[in-house]
């Protein structure tokens, strides 16, 4: 028997919001923060279909990253310096206002610096090449010095980046959220969307909606419901149990980028080697793939070199939005209906960037 909803439901619960936004992650949860700033009186409502923002904000690494030289340089190769250049940047200024909106206390923030390491000696003297250019660009872009620099770690040839770090991104999403609620933002918890039109926004329950504007911030589902190019990607990462006088310390990444560890206080955390299985992770659906499994475990042994014995506590995946370019998608898709998506895996880099510069357009 469909639900029937009281009087009070109907009057203070049910009504038309100012706002919807479709996904409570970081990028739904500051296009909500932004705009409740601009506009103090409106009515905002958050939608989404998890008991959590069920998407990558609370599923990824918590690397707070610009990039390491090898995955710039590959993507130089597609996308153009200029392209990869002005992304770094999005990338640090985005980082940036996520520190100064949040504070660096509230999301867990360690500057840890992040290293590149390389198994292959050829193609860390490519990239090492690149280093004196790469810190001449950056320098010019953003006003650092020697961004880059090669190191020697646990034996491996290694490129080091002093700005980058890592965050709690539990603590951080609770916290927006916490904040969200303190300004009269509402946000409703496993409700699910079937369908969104013009004023229009229909529940998987059938409860239907009408909204004055709609903000589409599902990154990797958003072709569910709009016309998007945008690609969901899954990521997998395990946590391992505490590790006795854990060595690797700081954050780490391999392979352009598709690899990345971090210590979280002695357990060791390890995620990607999507490229392992590329079109097969190219899927919305959760889930657990053997054969990256099995790989980052192999890497974890034979590179990483954790003591005999070492176990896994906890493993998920997580799914991510790309685009062709890796650039994001900021803008309207029809009269009332906007989307910001896409963000390549990078949604804790330049979530708040991106959320922001949808609250711009949308004035």
């Given at each position: 028997m469909k639900r029937t909803f009281s009087f009070w439901e109907r009057?203070?619960?049910?009504?038309?919001?100012?706002?919807?936004?479709?996904?409570?992650?970081?990028?739904?949860?500051?296009?909500?923060?932004?705009?409740?700033?601009?506009?103090?009186?409106?009515?905002?409502?958050?939608?989404?279909?998890?008991?959590?923002?069920?998407?990558?904000?609370?599923?990824?690494?918590?690397f707070t990253c610009i990039g390491s030289i090898s995955e710039h340089l590959a993507d130089m190769e597609i996308a153009g310096e200029e392209t990869v250049l002005n992304r770094i940047e999005r990338r640090w200024h985005g980082l940036n206002l996520l520190k100064k909106t949040m504070g660096e206390e509230t999301i867990g923030y360690e500057h840890t610096g992040g290293y590149e390491i390389f198994t292959d000696k050829k193609i860390f003297d490519e990239c090492g090449k690149r280093i004196?250019?790469?810190?001449?660009?950056?320098?010019?872009?953003?006003?650092i010095k020697d961004v880059y620099k090669a190191r020697i770690y646990e034996g491996y040839p290694a490129i080091f980046n002093h700005v980058e770090g890592a965050i709690n991104s539990g603590k951080?999403?609770?916290?927006?959220?916490?904040?969200?609620?303190?300004?009269?933002?509402?946000?409703?918890?496993?409700?699910?969307?079937?369908?969104?039109?013009?004023?229009?926004?229909?529940?998987?329950?059938?409860?239907?909606?009408?909204?004055?504007?709609?903000?589409?911030?599902?990154?990797?589902?958003?072709?569910r419901l709009a016309d998007l190019s945008i690609k969901p990607a899954r990521g997998f990462v395990f946590v391992t149990q505490p590790i006795k006088k854990l060595k690797w310390r700081g954050t780490f990444n391999f392979n352009k980028g598709y690899v990345y560890f971090r210590n979280v206080d002695d357990r060791l955390?390890?995620?990607?080697?999507?490229?392992?299985?590329?079109?097969?992770?190219?899927?919305?659906?959760?889930?657990?793939?053997?054969?990256?499994?099995?790989?980052?475990?192999?890497?974890?042994?034979?590179?990483?070199?954790?003591?005999?014995?070492?176990?896994?506590?906890?493993?998920?995946?997580?799914?991510?939005?790309?685009?062709?370019n890796?650039?994001?998608?900021?803008?309207?898709?029809?009269?009332?209906?906007?989307?910001?998506?896409?963000?390549?895996?990078?949604?804790?880099?330049?979530?708040?960037?991106?959320?922001?510069?949808l609250v711009e357009k949308m004035d």
């Open positions: 009057e203070e619960w049910m009504n038309p919001p100012d706002l919807l936004i479709t996904g409570g992650g970081i990028v739904g949860a500051s296009i909500a923060l932004f705009y409740k700033e601009k506009h103090r009186d409106a009515d905002i409502l958050i939608v989404d279909k998890g008991f959590a923002p069920e998407g990558a904000s609370t599923r990824n690494a918590g004196p250019e790469m810190n001449e660009r950056l320098k010019e872009r953003l006003g951080l999403m609770r916290n927006l959220h916490r904040r969200l609620a303190q300004a009269g933002v509402r946000t409703w918890w496993n409700c699910k969307v079937e369908s969104i039109g013009k004023n229009y926004v229909k529940f998987e329950s059938g409860f239907e909606l009408a909204p004055e504007n709609i903000v589409l911030a599902t990154n990797g589902f958003s072709s955390l390890i995620g990607g080697a999507r490229d392992v299985a590329k079109n097969e992770e190219t899927t919305d659906q959760f889930g657990r793939n053997e054969k990256i499994r099995d790989w980052l475990i192999s890497f974890t042994n034979d590179v990483i070199k954790l003591p005999a014995g070492w176990e896994i506590d906890i493993e998920w995946s997580g799914i991510m939005g790309f685009t062709e890796k650039e994001p998608f900021i803008g309207q898709i029809q009269p009332g209906i906007w989307a910001a998506a896409g963000l390549s895996g990078m949604g804790i880099a330049i979530g708040m960037e991106v959320a922001r510069g």
